[in-house]
């Protein structure tokens, strides 16, 4: 089967992925902003209540510092580090508080040994290697008519996308966690409530847009595989 030189006939498999990323991330800017403008009752800030969270689990080694950037938060496990965006440290917002306590349960997956989290750091390298070179090895082995190339990118390409999979039930979890602690606490009302659990439904849905991507990819290394097999 011939195609014009350069011209991917898999790409089109991306659209509908994208369209759902695109979605995605502006899902969760605009119900970060909405939330941003709406304050806790009991008055403390992200980085207030991220430290109380961990205090209350017995979790004394991890620190809380803010850092530059939009929508940057995130646990580095390695540091011990509870890294928290501006918008979120000093905020007493609904949706500062909900992504710091989503944090929050990131470094209690890590003091209490949550396996998915310890796999998902472990599949970095395989990660990055396999969303910079996977792809890009499928395309030029199936240009060059190598089938060799295009079986090494999808095997690549597999790293990254394991990667993926098991972010999910890391995510998911994090939020669940955060969630109960933020009710048992009394840290807010019913209604401020349904205004995180939003903020963090919209945050996880960023996340399965990812996957969603990433197994678009899958599928058309398994095409270009299988074009490159017809050849």
């Known amino acids: 089967m011939y195609f014009p030189f350069f011209y991917d006939p898999t790409f089109i498999l991306l659209i509908p992925a994208f369209i759902i990323a695109i979605y995605a991330q502006f899902k969760v800017k605009a119900t970060f902003n909405k939330y941003s403008q709406q304050y806790a009752s009991r ?21 809380v510092r803010q850092i530059g950037g939009h929508l940057s938060d995130h646990y580095d496990p390695g540091e011990k580090v509870l890294n928290l965006s501006r918008e979120v440290y000093g905020s007493r917002s609904l949706a500062a508080i909900g992504v710091a306590a989503h944090e929050a349960g990131h470094a209690i997956q890590d003091a209490t040994g949550y396996k998915p989290l310890a796999i998902r750091a472990s599949l970095v390298p395989a990660a990055n290697i396999g969303s910079s070179w996977g792809i890009p090895l499928a395309i030029f082995g199936f240009f060059l008519g190598s089938e060799f190339m295009v079986g090494l990118g999808l095997v690549i390409f597999i790293g990254a996308l394991l990667f993926h999979l098991v972010t999910l039930p890391v995510e998911f979890n994090a939020s669940n966690r955060a969630i109960r602690l933020l009710v048992d606490g009394g840290y807010l009302s019913g209604n401020e409530l349904t205004g995180v659990k939003k903020v963090l439904r919209a945050a996880a849905f960023t996340y399965v847009a990812a996957t969603l991507v990433a197994l678009a990819n899958l599928l058309r290394i398994l095409m270009l595989f299988g074009m490159s097999r017809d050849e």
Request: aromatic share 0%; no cysteine; glycine share 14%.
């Open 43 to 63: 008055g403390l800030s992200g980085a207030e209540v991220a430290r109380e969270l961990l205090r209350e689990q017995g979790i004394n080694d991890v620190a």
